[in-house]
């Protein structure tokens, strides 16, 4: 992970296409460093989490190109590099773990850092997982509680409980997320330590009761969809 870091830090410095064209060999190296890592992450995720088994790498890396069409920042990279891994790949709208390394104080998270769950889910599907949590909300506090390290992002929610959904029970705050995941950063001694497949595994291990949970609201809307 040393050279990938050094070559994110190097990309946030010199984030332009003739800095980028003339260092297109190292980003290669670096891409198949990555690619191999979220391969051995996969295998490590499916020992436990079945319903990601057979994913390939493309089904769950990102392009480095940033989407600049929408953007005041017309910066033409990524200054950091991910992997979603979830049942039917990044684009199956199902709940996942995300694996995302970025050097510290840099670009979108300022750091890495590891989550689990649903980011931006289909309004259709964020009802279903508010039903689920009005309905079994005990249940979801303990999937939380079970992933210890890690903490809901609260940095995308309602004001208020949202329409159709009773006020003051004990589940408001989480009834009010937009965008329902877990989290926990990591550092660049976490990252550059060995057997990082593995512990990166058992971090998310602690995280699959919340995933399980949030997959079933995700098939239930599913069925509704069709």
């Known amino acids: 992970m040393q050279e990938i870091l050094a070559f994110l830090r190097a990309l946030h410095a010199h984030n332009d296409r003739e800095w980028f064209d003339d260092h297109r060999a190292e980003w290669k190296c670096v891409q198949t460093r990555f690619h191999e890592f979220t391969e051995g992450l996969i295998d490590a995720i499916a020992s436990f989490d079945p319903s990601v088994h057979g994913l390939q790498v493309r089904d769950c890396t990102y392009r480095i190109h940033r989407d600049t069409r929408f953007s005041r920042d017309k910066s033409p990279f990524k200054t950091y590099m991910g992997a979603f891994i979830a049942p039917q790949g990044k684009k199956s709208g199902h709940a996942g773990y995300y694996f995302h390394i970025e050097p510290a104080g840099d670009g979108l998270l300022q750091g ?34 079970e992933a210890t390290g890690f903490a809901i992002n609260e940095s995308n929610k309602l004001r208020r409980t949202p329409v159709g959904f009773p006020r003051g029970t004990m589940y408001d705050e989480l009834l009010k997320l937009k965008d329902v995941f877990i989290e926990r950063r990591i550092t660049d001694e976490f990252l550059l330590s060995d057997g990082l497949i593995e512990r990166t595994a058992e971090e998310f291990r602690r995280t699959k009761h919340f995933i399980d949970l949030l997959n079933r609201a995700v098939d239930y809307a599913r069925e509704e969809m069709m």
């Open 112 to 145: 890495s850092g590891l989550s689990a769950g649903l980011y931006a889910p289909h309004p259709v599907v964020l009802r279903s997982v508010r039903d689920e949590i009005l309905d079994n909300g005990s249940e979801v506090a303990a999937a939380i509680a």
